[in-house]
């Protein structure tokens, strides 16, 4: 049971360029997130997914774009890299609550780290 | 908009010393919260969490917190901290109807011989 896991750990891209991260998880999860992490500002939240082929906005989704073809995997996607995207990308994912407890525990993956020059 | 606010960007204390981090959120009707810890190089990992029943809740490594309503806080508390507890800690909190969390800047904890 690998968990969470995230692909590729670390990348640098020329602004312009474009790429694709990839999440994966094993739990048979139905919410999926992408997270941005930057000093000093905790995680934002960039898009999520609450099933396959389901995808909404979070906190900050401009530039960025995500797809959910399969369950277990949620890519997120850079068209045109700025350097305003260097960050740390980190994707989680969590069941669906019902009832009472409507907030599952989100597991996390170790992350991408991104240097767009 | 929700927010979460972590007083402390840093605490510095010493082993076997206790220690308090702080956590207040904006109000609402309906709120769950969670402590998660990230240590260097790793992702996030869940400490504690509060979703209802009792205000006082136990988590992973002898971490607690506590829940109160009336000001807004959650704060982590730890009686005796090891240097194995450096690392940074975000609070979070989940609003009713909304899946995603909405996180703090972190606190980043600095345990010294």
């Known amino acids: 049971n690998a968990g969470v896991t995230q692909t590729p750990k670390f990348r640098v891209l020329k602004t312009g360029q474009s790429m694709t991260l990839l999440c994966a998880q094993d739990m048979n999860h139905e919410y999926m997130y992408w997270y941005r992490q930057d000093p000093g500002m905790g995680l934002r939240l960039i898009h999520y997914s609450v099933g396959e082929g389901t995808t909404a906005k979070g906190e900050v989704p401009d530039g960025y774009n995500v797809s959910r073809l399969k369950k277990q995997n949620f890519l997120l996607g850079l068209e045109s890299a700025a350097p305003s995207q260097t960050s740390v990308y980190f994707c989680?994912?969590?069941?669906?609550?019902?009832?009472?407890?409507?907030?599952?525990?989100?597991?996390f993956g170790p992350g991408t780290r991104l240097l767009v020059l | 908009a929700q927010s979460v606010t972590q007083l402390d960007s840093q605490v510095p204390v010493f082993e076997e010393a206790p220690v308090e981090l702080r956590c207040n959120y904006s109000?609402?009707?309906?709120?769950?919260l969670f402590w998660y810890v990230q240590y260097p190089n790793q992702g996030l990992q869940l400490l504690l969490k509060?979703?209802?029943?009792?205000?006082l809740v136990k988590g992973i490594n002898g971490f607690e917190a506590e829940f109160n309503k009336s000001q807004t806080s959650f704060h982590l508390r730890k009686p005796s901290v090891h240097i194995s507890d450096t690392a940074e800690y975000f609070c979070?909190?989940?609003?009713?109807?909304?899946?995603?969390?909405?996180f703090g800047s972190g606190t980043r904890l600095q345990v010294q011989p």
């Open positions: 979070a909190v989940g609003y009713g109807g909304r899946r995603a969390l909405t």
């Open positions: 509060y979703l209802s029943g009792s205000t």
């Open positions: 989680a994912s969590s069941y669906a609550a019902s009832g009472r407890a409507r907030m599952g525990t989100q597991y």
């Open positions: 109000s609402s009707v309906s709120v769950y």
